[in-house]
């Protein structure tokens, strides 16, 4: 029952690769973006704007944007046919095309813990530590990131879980190369395609079990910092 | 108006908000304890947030002696500008011990900086046995007392203090004043202090800059601001006067005898206050519990009878009912005394600017 195929350990390697690096790029993108919209000094038009695009990926269908990114990324496509002429692929159907497409996708789950959790420090903490001589990053790594400590928590788990279930995406612009771009949720999807339900089966209880547990285990820490509640 | 001050800060700041300007051209001298007193919404913390640099206005100018801290396109950011900053809320960090709060910016100051350490600064504040608490542990006050010495542990070059006594309550407070009246003397550094309580002013401040709507109004001697009849001061809660002065020691009847013979006071020594002998001290007299007589009486109970000259005679501001008038009176050491009087008796007695005349002063209170 329990007997995994090598096609489905490599699409676990795939989708735990995916999800690590994808949460690990999206701490130190989200990071900035999220400061910058919670204490930023833009005019709030802008801020605005950008405050909807992050959140766009949260009510397009994954679909839409896995086929911008096609267009985007593939060989005809701006990106793709940029990447060519310098001698380089294209990023359509390779890992890191869905690893970019992971990142846009889960954008809003990183930046909107780290937002909340940065709108609740405010702005008095980093004041103080610059009037005590600490330079920015200096304050981001000894007051920031102790403080928000929670936030960071809640937004690198939501970007860790939330890539494990990603579909439409990956779909569209990676296919399921085996080892490359075939994620356990599509490898789930080709086994009941194929009526192979036990495979589908395996797979989907291991993933479901796997999620509770690093959730669980993540709010259960975070109860004691007690900064970010979702 | 103090000395002119060609190395003191000088700040030029013009800024508008949505039902707010801030238009302020000044200087203030770089010693001793300034007050910047007005009502809240007046723009002292803007102001303040502007010197220390949280706020930078375009064409504003700051000027700390000969360093341009803003000036054109010169912006020294917050943690190079050795400003130390205690605001009213606490703001420990809370993921720090005591000692962590407190080391957090001695350790990045530059060691030839360093002109205070940590026993020291520990020993003025008493922080000596909370050094190994957490923050979250401590009360209000104490919060505030790490905060002051967290600030002073940077050897600032000036101590900006944004109402850091406004959050406490009146019992804490007067715990913490002695430690913030001593501060200033002690370490040296010069201190600007926003608040919007007469009390704090007349406790701690050594000038007075006034601030109205936006506008500072004017910067003066905190002694010559006590000395107006019509000093926003007293806008809340009645004139009084401040008296600065030595403390002798205590008589037989445990009197100590204050200021010069010419304008002695015998005052009790009030429990708590620390007011041992010999050092300098400040008498604050309540303009309503002062008295006017032509002679001096003999057989009455008071024992302050101070000879004084009538200076001027004011209308009591913002007094409903029978008109009070306030009495200026100038005493033989120079120090000015305010009596609170009624119309009638002003005109009984025949009152004018240069009638001579002795003060009964019927209760004073120590300030430190």
């Known amino acids: 029952m329990f007997e995994l195929s090598p096609t489905d350990w490599m699409a676990i390697e795939v989708t735990l690769k995916l999800a690590i690096y994808t949460t690990l790029i999206l701490l130190v993108i989200a990071t900035p973006i999220a400061w910058w919209l919670a204490n930023g000094r833009a005019p709030g038009g802008l801020r605005t704007t950008v405050q909807a695009l992050v959140a766009l990926p949260l009510v397009l269908p994954p679909t839409v944007l896995g086929f911008y990114l096609l267009v985007l990324l593939g060989p005809a496509g701006p990106v793709g046919s940029t990447l060519e002429n310098m001698g380089l692929n294209h990023l359509a159907f390779t890992f890191q095309g869905i690893l970019i497409a992971s990142v846009i996708y889960s954008l809003p789950f990183a930046v909107q813990p780290l937002q909340q959790a940065f709108a609740n420090l405010g702005r008095r903490p980093t004041e103080i530590a610059g009037s005590l001589g600490a330079g920015r990053m200096d304050r981001f790594f000894t007051v920031v990131l102790p403080m928000s400590r929670g936030g960071f928590i809640v937004a690198a788990t939501l970007a860790f879980a939330h890539t494990l279930g990603e579909f439409g995406v990956i779909l569209m612009l990676g296919g399921a190369i085996p080892g490359e771009t075939q994620v356990l949720s599509i490898l789930i999807y080709d086994h009941a395609e194929a009526m192979n339900f036990d495979a589908a089966h395996r797979l989907s209880l291991g993933l479901l079990v796997f999620a509770f547990v690093v959730l669980f285990v993540v709010y259960a820490i975070n109860r004691r910092f007690d900064t970010v509640r979702l | ?368």
């Not at chain 2, 407190?102 to 008493?126: I, N, S």
């Not at chain 2, 008295?291 to 009591?316: F, H, M």
């Not at chain 2, 009984?348 to 002795?358: S, V």
């Open chain 2, 1 to 368: 108006m103090s000395q002119p001050v060609s190395n003191g800060l000088r700040i030029k700041a013009r800024l508008e908000r949505s039902g707010f300007a801030l238009d302020v051209d000044t200087a203030i001298p770089l010693e001793g304890v300034t007050a910047l007193f007005g009502r809240s919404g007046c723009g002292k913390t803007t102001l303040l947030r502007i010197i220390a640099g949280l706020e930078h206005p375009p064409g504003a100018e700051v000027h700390f002696g000969d360093t341009a801290w803003q000036c054109g396109k010169t912006l020294v950011p917050l943690h190079r500008r050795r400003v130390g900053l205690v605001f009213q809320e606490s703001t420990l960090l809370p993921h720090l011990s005591v000692r962590g709060n407190l080391l957090y910016g001695y350790k990045r100051t530059p060691e030839p900086l360093r002109r205070l350490h940590l026993d020291e600064v520990a020993d003025l504040l008493g922080l000596t046995e909370l050094l190994d608490r957490r923050a979250d542990q401590l009360s209000g006050g104490q919060r505030q007392r790490v905060a002051l010495g967290r600030a002073l542990l940077i050897s600032p070059d000036l101590l900006l203090l944004d109402e850091p006594l406004n959050a406490l309550d009146t019992q804490t407070k007067r715990e913490i004043m002695p430690f913030l009246a001593r501060l200033s003397d002690r370490t040296g550094i010069p201190t600007l202090l926003v608040t919007h309580a007469p009390d704090e002013v007349e406790r701690l401040a050594h000038r007075v800059a006034f601030m109205h709507d936006g506008q500072l109004e004017r910067l003066e001697p905190l002694r010559d601001a006590l000395a107006r009849a019509d000093s926003p001061l007293f806008r809340d809660e009645g004139a009084v006067s401040v008296l600065q002065g030595e403390l002798g020691p205590a008589d037989t009847h445990g009197l100590h005898p204050f200021g010069p013979p010419e304008a002695r006071y015998r005052v009790p020594s009030t429990p708590g206050a620390t007011n041992g002998a010999g050092r300098p001290a400040r008498l604050r007299i309540e303009a309503r519990d002062v008295s006017i007589a032509l002679s001096p009486p003999q057989d009455v109970s008071i024992l302050n009878i101070i000879p004084v000259t009538i200076e001027s005679l004011d209308e009591a501001p913002g007094h409903h009912g029978p008109a009070r008038i306030l009495a200026t009176c100038r005493q033989q050491d120079g120090q000015t005394l305010i009596a609170e009087l009624t119309r009638l008796s002003t005109e009984r007695l025949g009152l004018q600017p240069g009638t001579r005349a002795h003060a009964l002063v019927k209760s004073v209170a120590f300030l430190d």
